[in-house]
């Protein structure tokens, strides 16, 4: 519990983002006693009320998508985690289907690089990539700006969180910024219970515990659960044969290689991996302990025992299952602050 | 009488282009002038004049080709006296867009006064404005502004440093029996590990007797002719049938090793 202690001692960051002159200062952003530092660059996006609404706002917008019928919620639906629930490959405009399971949004502060394959490496430019991917949102940035110039309400919330009515680029997408970050999940079971606020696990819980810091912890590492690398987890080469991370660098080290998620609220997050392809974490379980594939770049730490993965019983793929919903975050998964007004 | 007319006001115009052409005896550099430089893109197939649309162009190797969109960022200009010193024009990007005129000409502003003899410039977006934060995208790298002829894939979150699409005959048919070719050219180096880096740069030295002379009065021209036929030629032989829809920066390397050669500087005015 060495790592656990180090962790609470970690010391508390408040980010005071409120604007100049507001008179009731708001702490928009705090980071959690477990948690390491946040790499989001908040200098360059100071926070403000107003800022995040807008940003909830947009989020929730059906403008953003070619036909108006669609928003970014519709992929990201807060009770899964802010995943599109049901899906294992997202379903955009017109009912097109991608080829990407939807990622949760969570702690995104944290994440230097995002989508499965570290496509984009700013959070701000993230939202670009769904409004104008033809299989998600379908539109451009340019019409979307439009659009919102056009309505009664957007100038009005861009001037009380930017101080005027001028709807650019730059400031859609920070008060998109200002509204993911707000997405902290750091008050699960498992949170409390590293925390001594007087939370308990189950034996069975603990057991998994140990077990996921022995077994897992070298990729899904710390309070994130994840190292933020990209590594290939031996699953089958299948369907359209993403190639991960080789989309974007286009090197063969990199083939096949996925990034490394997140498994806080894995719970609710599912079906699971890249393409959906597992429905439930005993499947997750049972892939680590027998399914693994011996391809193109295998993560080394998968290769070091016979037949490939991890030795896990079943009984030892109980107890991290157990363990696992230890992550649930029910305060953030019903968080009204999160939600469409 | 009025035939005879006619042609003398001709000879005058014609005349009074070529000496401002051939300017023999700038007046001396006073330290401290400034002007503007125009740096003319004058985009052409070969020895035609590039219209977009209708007109069937060849490549070298004879594929015919039209051409809907022809765009590229040119950056990081400097600028090379006659004394070998170098004036840079860093944080200035333009985009010129064959479909709209008003980018075909853009311009370097405080030019210090002096006398020119050969220009520098980068083909595409610079690895550090690539990742530079959204407050510093600004005018043609604002996503935001452009439509539906972007220059940005926001999948790698990386800028197109040239854009050509056209039909060929060529070119495989789609659904609606239109014979689309894409040749999208980007990849700067990558942002976290090193991947293919697709910025070029060239260095044109001005046709003899032929320098840009900033003056306080004089802002000078420089005319720069790109004959995209050389995007198929100017190394390596790309040929559409081959590769009719390019969207990845590896496989647009040979595009961008020919793009380099695709630039001349035909004159300078110095007006």
Request: hydrophobic letters at 35%.
């Amino acid at each position: 519990m060495s790592r656990v202690s180090l962790l609470l001692v970690s010391v508390l960051l408040v980010w005071s983002c409120s604007a100049p002159g507001e008179s009731n200062p708001e702490v928009h952003f705090t980071v959690p006693a477990n948690f390491p530092e946040p790499v989001y660059a908040f200098e360059r996006n100071p926070m403000t009320s107003a800022g995040v609404e807008l940003g909830k706002a947009l989020f929730n917008e059906p403008l953003l998508s070619r036909d108006n019928s669609f928003s970014c919620a519709e992929c990201h639906s807060q009770p899964y985690g802010f995943t599109h629930h049901g899906h294992d490959v997202s379903h955009g405009i017109d009912n097109l289907k991608g080829t990407r399971n939807s990622l949760s949004l969570q702690n995104l502060a944290w994440e230097s690089s995002f989508f499965w394959d570290g496509g984009v490496g700013d959070l701000d430019f993230v939202p670009i990539a769904p409004i104008t991917n033809a299989v998600e949102l379908g539109e451009t940035t340019k019409n979307v700006l439009d659009k919102l110039r056009a309505t009664k309400k957007y100038p009005l919330l861009f001037k009380k969180a930017f101080g005027s009515e001028e709807i650019t680029t730059e400031r859609f997408l920070k008060a998109f910024s200002q509204f993911m970050v707000t997405l902290v999940s750091a008050h699960s079971r498992y949170d409390k219970f590293v925390r001594n606020e007087g939370e308990t696990l189950t034996p069975e819980e603990q057991a998994g515990l140990k077990l996921f810091e022995q077994k897992c912890s070298s990729c899904h590492q710390g309070a994130l659960f994840t190292d933020h690398s990209f590594r290939n987890n031996g699953l089958f080469v299948q369907g359209v044969k993403d190639e991960g991370r080789a989309k974007v660098t286009e090197l063969e080290k990199d083939k096949y290689t996925f990034r490394v998620p997140s498994l806080r609220n894995v719970a609710v997050t599912g079906p699971y991996m890249h393409d959906g392809r597992f429905y439930t974490l005993e499947a997750v379980l049972d892939h680590y302990a027998e399914g693994v594939q011996d391809t193109q770049n295998l993560d080394p730490v998968l290769r070091q025992k016979p037949g490939l993965g991890i030795a896990l019983t079943l009984q030892e793929r109980q107890q991290i299952v157990a363990f696992l919903k230890t992550l649930t975050d029910e305060e953030f998964l019903k968080n009204k602050r999160f939600a469409a007004e | 009488m009025k035939f005879h007319s006619f042609l003398f006001i001709n000879f005058l115009i014609i005349s009074g282009i070529l000496s401002s052409c051939t300017k023999e005896n700038p007046t001396p550099v006073t330290e401290g002038d400034s002007n503007d430089v125009i740096l003319e893109f004058d985009n052409r197939v070969g020895a035609q004049k590039l219209v977009l649309g209708e007109t069937l162009y060849q490549t070298g190797t004879g594929e015919s080709f039209t051409v809907s969109t022809f765009n590229y960022f040119v950056s990081n200009v400097s600028l090379k006296k006659t004394d070998g010193s170098n004036i840079k024009f860093p944080d200035q990007y333009f985009l010129i867009r064959q479909a709209d005129n008003n980018s075909w000409e853009p311009v370097l502003k405080n030019v210090p006064a002096g006398d020119y003899q050969e220009i520098t410039f980068t083909i595409g977006v610079d690895s550090t404005k690539s990742v530079s934060p959204v407050g510093e995208r600004k005018g043609v790298l604002d996503e935001g502004s452009y439509g539906d002829d972007g220059m940005y894939w926001s999948w790698n979150s990386g800028y197109i440093f040239l854009k050509l699409e056209g039909t060929s005959p060529a070119a495989p048919a789609n659904g609606a029996g239109i014979r689309r070719f894409q040749m999208h050219v980007g990849g700067f180096g990558g942002m976290t590990s090193a991947t293919i880096n697709n910025l070029r740069t060239v260095t044109l030295p001005f046709p003899q007797n032929q320098l840009a002379t900033v003056r306080k009065t004089v802002a000078p021209t420089i005319h720069v002719i790109a004959n995209l036929q050389k995007i198929f030629s100017g190394k390596t032989t790309v040929k559409i049938a081959d590769t009719p829809a390019i969207h990845m920066p590896a496989a647009a390397v040979p595009l961008a090793n020919n793009y380099v050669h695709m630039f001349t500087v035909d004159h300078t005015h110095n007006e």
